[in-house]
């Protein structure tokens, strides 16, 4: 086989591992493959496809991001906002998947942040995630290694996701040993905040029933402000930023 049938090969099992990951690091997908970390990196170079062309992916920091992961919606109205800041938002939730353990019980938010992070939920550990977005419910619901809580009630359209007092009632009986936040503004005088006030009780809740809450947004949110303040930054006990 020549030089470069192994390179076509290699990109095209690494577009069957990205089609499933959107985002993983490189050096993991170095050892699916068997190669170098470097041989990867030039066989995206040679292809063309380091920058996203050609509906492939390319290397941000340690990790490979699907082209795809730059299409999409904003944190504010998923139907009707453009979303720039997908690289940087899968870059984050990566970061954050590390914490997640074996037999842990996570919140997932809701927002575009967060389908990067529902992805990312390792296989085969018996999680439990719990999450009131509808975006989020998609991607776990055929994971059937995942048990999935969705907290139902009042949907909403602009958000994909559910308020109710039901979801707060399920959220009371519950303990989580991890709460992924998202939020639309990170402010040091206002706090964090976001764009819809129905998802304030849920927020607040996860946070009070987590063991431990992480913040995870792209770096754009920091300094602004949303009309809806649901909690002060020095209640997290980590911000993942990219």
Known sequence: MSRTSRRDERLSKLAV????HGVMRLRDAA??????????????VSQGVSDGANGGFHCLGGYIISAQEGAGSSDYSLEQESDCHAS?????????AVLIEEHDTIFIDC???MPHLARLVPENKSVTVVCYSLN????????????LIVLGGVFH?????????EGIETLKKLNI???FISAGGVHDEHGVTCSHFHEIPVKQMAIARA?????????SKFGKVRSAPFAQITQFRRIFSA
């Open 177 to 179: 040993n991890k709460a």
């Open 31 to 44: 050892a699916q493959l068997g190669v170098s970390e470097i041989t990867i990196r030039r066989d995206m």
């Open 17 to 20: 591992i990205m089609t499933k």
């Open 157 to 165: 359209r602009s958000a994909a996701s559910f308020s109710g007092e």
């Open 111 to 113: 927002g575009t942040t």
């Open 211 to 219: 063991m431990d809450s992480y913040l995870v947004v792209d770096s």
């Open 88 to 96: 940087a938002k899968a870059l984050a939730c990566a970061e954050a």
């Open 136 to 147: 989020i419910a998609e991607i776990l619901s055929v994971r059937e290694d995942v048990r």
